[in-house]
Each structure stands twice: as structure tokens, then as C-alpha cells.
């Protein structure tokens, strides 16, 4: 998602672009996702990265329009705010505490996300009765939610319609730079460039060290379950427990740390569901249609890197949990980072040697 967003962004400011992807098999967090443009949560310890999903999230919906201009393809983004349902005291308590401290951290810019009580919920998703378990929910203004099938769809689509020229089944293997070129080598091809974008989620490990770059990122499962379409109830993003434009709930997601093992197990399918009922009592009686494992792209404090190689200019990475949510900044502000090194504010605090240890003596 981080490189089909980059690689539409250049196209669209006109710089001729090549995409290189691996095969449909391959770990693709785009494909398996939620679908939240969500910032209620985002960046702590690190300020600039929630204003940067904030800034995301209000560029997005000149992002979806964008994208069904030049792909014709309507992503149903919707921007109404988002719901997190807390399902105990102990779940209210925690995330009361966690505003507390994003309100801290942001200091006078302010952090807008509240808790909001049982009935106020119920007014918000007048479509399903609220269950008596549900201990309230915190409510985040700026939060949204998108098909994310559609959005990797539309970003390829604009891509070629753009005049970038989309390369699949080519697993780069490895990279060189000679006499100002970047050599990328699949398979069974060769394909040089003036500059080269890392973008390619789990796959950054193996080729950042080959352009000089350092980018430290660990893979954790979430699995998700989805069900029958039903009558459409719910059209604000909630948190875990979402309606999909196309009728269907989608229940998730599970944080585990499996490695690199993106499989089902019935005790996380059964208390996913389990939550879903508590929330929305009324979806006991909802087929489960489909659910599967799927591998988040994690930085270690859960936060973008951005990077150029000082070894080698013209090499860059772009890597981070929370692709759908900065598709918009990646495609306008990180494409025109690439093809005119002009940085938004503090863009530093993107790199990753911010996880670098001073050595002690
Ligand atoms: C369960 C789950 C729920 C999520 N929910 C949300 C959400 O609600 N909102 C949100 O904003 N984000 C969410 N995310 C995160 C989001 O999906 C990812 O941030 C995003 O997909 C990461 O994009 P990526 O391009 O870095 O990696 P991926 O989407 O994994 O894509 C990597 C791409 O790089 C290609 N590739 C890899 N190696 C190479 C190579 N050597 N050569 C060429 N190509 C290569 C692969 O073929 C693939 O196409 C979720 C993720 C998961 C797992």
C-alpha cells in the first residue's frame, strides 16, 4: 500500500515511474487490512507522526476524489469521526488514561478524542441496539474508514492511467548504484533508475542494508473475521467492529506475535466474535463468512520511517503500520519528497535513527 501510494503520487505530478511488486502470493498487509483512516491513538511518543495522521486524514477526501477522477474508482471513503467501543471498566480506565497522556504530549495543538458514555453511543449507530456490556467508547473526530480493496485497486488503476508502468512478479533481489544509477535486479530482470523507493513493507529488511539504510521493522499477525452482507445499519468507522459499504461486518483485529506465521487459530476467531456480540448483541445471529491472518509492517515505536540513504542519495525507504490511513500524505507529500527533496516540517523526525542507542562509555 506504502508503495502503490508513493508510485501514484509520482505519476500524478507527471514523473515517469516504474513499480516494481512481487507475486500474489506474496505478504501484502494492503490486502488484508481493516479499512480505518484512523488517528484517534496515533503516535505516542512521537507528536509529529499524529499530526502527520491527522494531516493525512483531512487530505483524504481530496485524495478519494483524486483517485475516482483518474481511476473512476469510488474508494466510499467516509470521514463522519470514529468509534472505539470499550468493552470493561478496566478497557475505559486504560484508554482515559492514554487520552490523558496524548493530551499532555500535544500541549496547546490539542488532542481531540473524549470518552463518550453508552447512550451517546447509541445515538451515534442508531442502526443496532448497543449491548449492556459495552462501558462506553472513545470518540475520535478526524477518524475515518475506506474499502481498502478498492483503494490498493484504484491506486494501481490511476497508476497506469497515469502512464506508470506496473512490473508484478518481480521480487527485487538485490540492488546496486553505479555512476549515479540504481540497478534493481529480479528474477529474470534488470531495470535501472536515477532514484529508487523502498516501499515494499517486510520486504525493506532484506534490501535497505544493499542502499545503506538501517530500517528496523518486526512482523505481528491480526486476524479478522468477516460476515454476510446485511441491510446497511452502521456508516460510522468504529474501532473493531465495522460495516463495510458493501454490507458486510468485518470483526477485528488481533495483535500476535507469531513471526511471520499469517494463519487462523480458533481461540482468537471465537473472542473476536465474542467482543462483536458483547458490543452489538443482535450480530449473534450473523454468518461468519470468511476470516484470515494477515502480517502488520510495525516499526518499533509503531511510528513512519522515512529515510534517505546518506551513502547513496536517491535511495529511499517508506515504511509503516497504518497504510491506509497515510495514503494521502504518501501520495502528495512523500512522491514530492522523492522527486523534489522538499520535506514538510520536522520531516527528521521520520528517521529511523531516532531508535539509534548513544553508545555509553
Ligand atoms: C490485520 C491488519 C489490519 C490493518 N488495519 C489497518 C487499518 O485499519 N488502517 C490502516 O491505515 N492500516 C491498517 N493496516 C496496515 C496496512 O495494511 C499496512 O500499513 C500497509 O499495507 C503497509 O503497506 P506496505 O506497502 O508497507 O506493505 P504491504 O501492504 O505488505 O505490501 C508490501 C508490497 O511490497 C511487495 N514487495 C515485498 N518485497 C518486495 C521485493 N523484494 N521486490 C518487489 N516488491 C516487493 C509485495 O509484493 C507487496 O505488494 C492493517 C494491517 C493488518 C495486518
Known amino acids: 500500500m506504502f508503495g502503490a501510494a508513493v508510485a501514484y503520487g509520482l505519476a500524478r505530478d507527471g514523473v515517469s515511474t516504474i513499480m516494481l511488486d512481487g507475486a500474489d502470493g506474496s505478504l501484502r498487509a494492503a490486502r488484508g487490512n481493516f479499512g480505518l483512516v484512523w488517528v484517534q491513538s496515533k503516535g505516542l511518543g512521537l507528536q509529529r507522526y499524529a499530526d502527520w495522521s491527522r494531516e493525512s486524514a483531512h487530505l483524504w477526501e481530496d485524495f478519494a476524489a483524486d483517485l475516482r477522477d483518474s481511476a473512476g474508482i469510488d474508494v466510499n471513503h467516509q470521514n463522519g469521526g470514529g468509534l472505539n467501543l470499550l468493552l470493561s471498566d478496566e478497557e475505559r480506565e486504560n484508554y482515559r ?8 504530549q500535544a500541549g496547546a495543538d490539542g488532542y481531540d478524542c473524549e470518552i463518550i458514555e453508552r447512550d451517546e453511543i447509541q445515538k451515534m449507530v442508531p442502526g443496532l441496539r448497543v449491548g449492556e456490556g459495552v462501558a462506553g467508547g472513545s470518540f475520535g473526530p478526524h477518524d475515518g474508514h475506506v474499502n481498502p480493496l478498492k483503494m490498493l485497486r484504484a491506486l494501481h488503476r490511476g497508476f497506469t492511467q497515469l502512464s506508470g508502468r506496473y512490473f508484478p512478479c ?13 540497478v534493481a535486479k529480479s528474477a529474470g530482470n534488470r531495470f535501472t533508475a536515477p532514484k529508487i523507493v523502498l516501499a515494499c513493507g517486510h520486504g525493506i529488511t532484506k534490501l535497505a542494508p544493499m542502499v545503506g539504510l538501517n530500517t528496523p521493522i518486526r512482523p505481528q499477525r491480526g486476524q479478522v473475521l468477516v460476515t454476510e452482507r446485511i441491510e446497511a445499519t452502521v456508516e460510522m468507522a468504529l474501532g473493531s467492529i465495522r460495516q463495510t459499504d458493501e454490507g458486510g461486518f468485518m470483526f477485528g483485529n488481533s495483535e500476535e ?13 471465537r473472542n473476536i466474535a465474542a467482543r462483536a456480540v458483547k458490543a452489538f448483541p443482535q450480530l449473534e445471529n450473523v454468518r461468519l463468512v470468511r476470516n484470515w491472518g494477515c502480517i502488520r509492517v510495525l516499526t518499533p515505536d509503531k511510528c513512519a520511517i522515512y529515510d534517505e540513504s546518506e551513502t547513496m542519495p536517491g535511495a529511499y525507504v517508506a515504511t509503516s503500520h497504518s497504510g491506509v490511513t497515510l495514503g494521502a500524505v504518501n501520495a502528495r507529500h512523500i512522491s514530492r519528497w522523492v522527486s523534489t527533496g522538499d520535506t514538510p516540517p520536522n520531516f527528521d523526525q521520520f528517521s529511523a535513527r531516532r531508535f539509534d542507542v548513544p553508545a555509553t562509555a
Not at 488514561?97 to 499532555?104: A, E, G, L
Not at 518481480?170 to 540504481?182: A, C, L, P, Q, Y
Open 257 to 269: 506475535e507469531t513471526g511471520f506465521d499469517d494463519g487462523t487459530t480458533l481461540p482468537v476467531t
Open 97 to 104: 488514561r492514554n487520552i490523558d497522556i496524548m493530551r499532555q
Open 170 to 182: 518481480n521480487e527485487v533481489n538485490h540492488i546496486s548504484h553505479d555512476g549515479g544509477v540504481f
